[in-house]
């Protein structure tokens, strides 16, 4: 009986050593606002994504490098990538049952995202960076942007649409 009170002290003084394992909260996708987003162009702000044609040795990932530049940067501005391409309100159908209700600005939300900061500490002074992107084959283009306003409150500064320069897989 003793050996047996023995053993379980042991496995609670193993487990009161262990750390708790706490989640990370919500999906980090889900914290972007994007029925607030507002497209908030700036003639000199610009993206540019390489290469256009993806996955030319038939794989369904490929890395993209993404330039960007910002004629006001901030530590919040981020880059969002679309797919399909066609993200903004053109595209969301509009409300049959209320003419009063107006569809959001952006239709859906991005696939993925990163701080325009990530690899370039001082995009905030210089307002120019560039991320690499790994990209996975959505049977569809993409497009991509860049947001000011962080992800709470988030302001299209540029896109870079389908119909400007294609993105996709050789192989959809």
Known sequence: MRELGLILLSVLLIFATLEVVASHGDQPLSTIAAQKAIFALHHQAYIKVSPTLLGLKGQNTDWVTVEFS??????????GVFSPSNFSASSCPAPADNPWV?????CSAP?????????TPKYKETGKGSLKLQLINQRSDFSFALFS??????RCRIKLHSQIQKHQFTHD
């Open 70 to 79: 910002s004629p006001n940067p901030s530590v919040e501005d981020w880059i």
């Open 102 to 106: 107006e569809p959001p600005l952006l």
């Open 149 to 154: 306003g962080g992800l709470s409150n988030p």
């Open 111 to 119: 696939i993925k995202y990163q701080y325009a900061n990530y690899r």
